[in-house]
């Protein structure tokens, strides 16, 4: 079975653990890990912490997608399924370029997937938000 790197990137608009940034950290309280682990995968949990000299919005982006960016290229050098939680969509700009890069990437099998589940407004419902039933 293929291990994992479950890479952890609770950030939204560069804010840790803010709005969406809360997301990666509530699927890891309800017991990600030990999900995948369940079938016998051996995971490993990478936690993206921005560190930045001058703290401004687009430098802390451009921080984490850095970070996601070398976890994910880290994974596959390592022979292990990039698997990033991540707060908004500036998450995916930071793994494609890994997944993408390098000899053999076309045989890989690896893609970049982002799934954005939260609504358009605040404290509107996540159904009503994508105008589901």
Known sequence: ????????????SGRRNWRCGL???RILQQGA????????TDVRLVEIETQVSYETEISLVFEA????AMSV???????RLPL??????NTAVGGAPAVSAGPGSA????MPMANF?????????????WGWP
């Open 84 to 89: 990033v939680l991540g707060g908004n969509c």
């Open 107 to 110: 045989s890989s099998g690896l």
């Open 65 to 68: 997608q850095r970070q996601i």
């Open 117 to 129: 589940a939260h609504p358009r407004r605040p404290n509107q419902d996540f159904s009503t938000a």
């Open 1 to 12: 079975m293929t291990a994992v790197d479950l890479i952890c990137c609770p950030y939204d």
């Open 33 to 40: 890990v030990a999900r995948i682990q369940s079938g016998g």
């Open 73 to 79: 290229a880290k994974a596959r050098d390592s022979g």
């Open 23 to 25: 997301g990666p950290k």
